[in-house]
């Protein structure tokens, strides 16, 4: 994958940053152009809720402007539910790493594929194709219908014969979610013809893959995962180009899911960073994936041919005696941390799916995911096998106690 970005006008608050710049500078650099005019070294956390202003005609013409066309608004803020100073450079630092025009950020992942939803059904364009596994809750809410969409699940092969006169969107996760199962975005953004293809990227973050570079018009991510890093802040962020960026900014604001200025402010801050701790991470759990392959107490090991930082094992015991039996990984949802966590889908991130469409899309009941941090790989190891050593020991007290009844 080329390191670099394209035009750097895209997404850049002055415009005049040297082009094609290697994605670790950029992840440095973007969003934080105009400091050294502005006499800054860190970027400024604007709190405001609200801003003064003095030209009332002014203001109704902006947001007579916004309501038309969903344009960012050219001057000074005037309210914090149509945007922030703060949460902008963040937008522009991820289009920049994405590759896109424009990037909308919002309170949360599931926020930020609501918007997309309710942006393309509000256009008449209801119908979903979909491809599984997907996120749990992303999965649950095309399920369910909760606002107003019908999905079709295909597999990549089905999707062009999927496609129907009210299809609005396509929608991939790759790799997915928990599975780590990849898709040749290019070929299905082929197929998806005119209906624009939304990409879940939060597990490859755009350091391992930038799927407008392959054809999707937005690429999705729960923010809240590797963009932060650190498991304290909570967000999501929609990358597209222009035209679809001001149709979810108008259904931003008028929903209400805006991202807060303090969690803009970190995001930013763990951009910086996210090349390093990707690639120290992937090549952890590279080590971790070979390791566990291995393992005869290890059925299967997923693991993706872009690599990352992210396994999923299935294995012959009891998984949740592993999951109680770690002492160094935490046994935690989410992903993407500085720290290693573990979870059991089944039970918590898929729980909400029905148990023969989790099956049907490789979800078993004896899958673990692993979200592989930035600590030494022999002390991972050293706690993972310590785990599945207590899940085989756990599983011959129950054979033993079965045959003594």
């Known amino acids: 994958m080329d390191s670099r ?17 290697a994605l670790a500078t950029e992840a440095v650099h973007a969003g934080r152009e105009d400091l050294a005019e502005l006499g800054l070294h860190a970027p400024p956390l604007d709190l405001s809720t609200t801003y003064p202003s003095r030209d009332s005609r ?37 289009a920049r790493l994405e590759n896109t025009e424009s990037a909308v950020a919002f309170a949360s992942g599931m926020a930020a594929l609501s918007a997309v939803l309710l942006a393309r059904n509000a256009l008449g364009l209801r119908h979903v194709v979909a491809v599984r596994p997907l996120y749990g809750c992303s999965d649950h809410l095309l399920t369910a219908g909760l606002l ?69 018009r937005l690429v999705l991510h729960s923010a809240t995962k590797y963009l932060g890093g650190h498991g304290d802040v909570m967000g999501g962020v929609v990358a597209c180009d222009e035209e679809l960026a001001r149709r979810l900014r108008q259904v931003r604001f008028a929903t209400g899911a805006v991202l807060h200025p303090l969690a803009g402010y970190l995001l930013l801050r763990g951009l910086s960073t996210l090349p390093v701790r990707v690639q120290a991470a992937s090549s952890t759990a590279a080590e971790l994936a070979r390791r566990l392959a291995a393992d005869p107490r290890v059925a299967r090991v997923h693991y993706p041919r872009i690599g990352g930082a992210m396994i999923a094992f299935e294995v012959h015991g009891d998984p949740h005696a592993v999951i109680a039996g770690v002492r160094l990984i935490t046994p935690a949802v989410s992903l993407g941390s500085v720290d290693t966590l573990i979870q059991h889908p089944a039970s918590i991130s898929h729980r909400i799916v029905e148990e023969t469409d989790r099956w049907d899309a490789g979800v078993s009941d004896r899958l673990l995911r692993l979200s592989v941090g930035l600590e030494d790989a022999e002390d991972l190891w050293t706690d993972l096998d310590m785990a599945l050593g207590a899940e085989r020991a756990l599983d011959r007290w129950r054979q033993e106690e079965v045959a003594g009844r």
């Open 5 to 21: 970005t394209h035009d750097a006008q895209d997404g850049c608050p002055t415009g005049d940053s040297p082009a094609r710049r």
């Open 58 to 94: 002014g203001e109704a013409a902006r947001i007579d402007a916004f309501a038309a066309d969903g344009a960012e608004l050219a001057g000074p803020p005037v309210y914090g539910r149509l945007g922030n100073p703060t949460v902008t450079r963040f937008e522009s630092a991820l």
């Open 148 to 216: 107003g969409s019908e999905v079709t699940w295909t597999d990549p092969a089905g999707i062009e014969d999927a496609l129907r006169p009210d299809t609005g969107l396509v929608m991939v996760e790759s790799p997915a979610n928990p599975t780590l199962a990849e898709v040749d975005l290019r070929a299905v953004a082929h197929a998806c013809g005119s209906v624009p293809l939304l990409v879940d990227n939060t597990f490859a973050t755009p350091v391992l893959q930038r799927p407008a570079e392959q054809g999707a």
